[in-house]
């Protein structure tokens, strides 16, 4: 059988828009404060990450789930590739013209992407083992866990339309610094701007962060204090003009967001070492004690 055996849980298309002139990331290994560089085609990704043994067991394809992630991932790259184009030509508070199958396919593709990566499946499996069996659960029951909440459209249904109900906001950034991503690139931000959040989501006023490329950055704002008020920008690119720390704040999301690696197009990581070292601290104490 060919079929792949390196899964990736942030796909491809969206990491060659982070590569450098030469096709490579520059990743930075939070862990072990290693910078180097690797190609799309290796980051973000596990031998086997969406095999499903109860399918195979059963007779059927066990690679169904890798397989649908592909295909919506197809069709979200065209979406967003023409996004891109327009917004990099567009005037400030300008609208990108967004019909509803598109709304509903990239805020699908939003949803699923923060769910189905390594770190979603650890904070579950550490979830279920402190809630629900009261001891430590093994790999493949881990990876049993992870695919059947992947598979129940009320968790990842939820989310995706949340975010398709949202103010969608383009932000697009000229300044020396460029935009960075991570392997688990949507990050969350509570209303008062005070903390990136993986758990939590659903309080109020959170919205979510997602860098679409080195220069561009989507915003999701829910129609709640205190963002009612942007409705009516709804699909505009911002007026506002980023400086560079306003960049380099969106980019500390990466770091707190990041299972592991960091993700750039470009050497140098100066900023979000010094932000790691925040991370755990009393700012973040809401989400460390919930793990």
Known sequence: MNAPKLHHYVPQFYLRR????????????????????ARPSGV????????????????????????????????????????L??????????????????RELVSLYIALQFLRTADARDILAKFAEQH????????????LLHLDMLWKDSIYGALAERIKNATWLFGRNFTPTR???????????????AMWLKVGMYSDGTYSVFP???????????????WEK?????????????TEDMV?????????????????????????????????????EPYWNSR
């Open 212 to 226: 679409m490329a080195p220069d561009i950055v989507m915003y999701c704002y829910p129609k709640e204090p205190p």
């Open 248 to 284: 380099e704040s969106e980019n500390s999301a990466q770091v707190f967001m990041a299972s592991r690696f960091v993700i750039s197009s470009c050497d140098g990581f100066d900023q979000e070492r010094e932000f790691a070292k925040t991370v755990g601290t009393s700012l973040y």
């Open 179 to 193: 935009f960075i991503t991570s392997d688990n690139p949507v990050a969350f931000r509570t209303g008062d701007n």
């Open 230 to 242: 942007l409705a009516a920008l709804d699909r505009c690119l911002s007026p506002v003009i980023f």
């Open 18 to 37: 982070f590569t450098d002139s030469a096709g490579n990331l520059w990743l930075w290994d939070r862990d072990r404060d290693l910078v180097f560089r």
């Open 85 to 102: 184009e327009w917004l990099r030509d567009m005037k400030p508070m300008e609208k990108v013209q967004i019909p509803d199958i598109n």
């Open 44 to 83: 973000a990704a596990e031998n086997n990450f969406y095999w499903h043994e109860e399918f195979a067991a059963l007779g059927h394809d066990p690679l169904t789930m890798e397989k649908q992630f592909s295909q919506l991932e197809g069709e979200v790259a065209q979406i967003t590739e023409q996004w």
């Open 132 to 143: 629900v069996y009261h001891a430590p659960i093994t790999e493949t029951e881990k990876r």
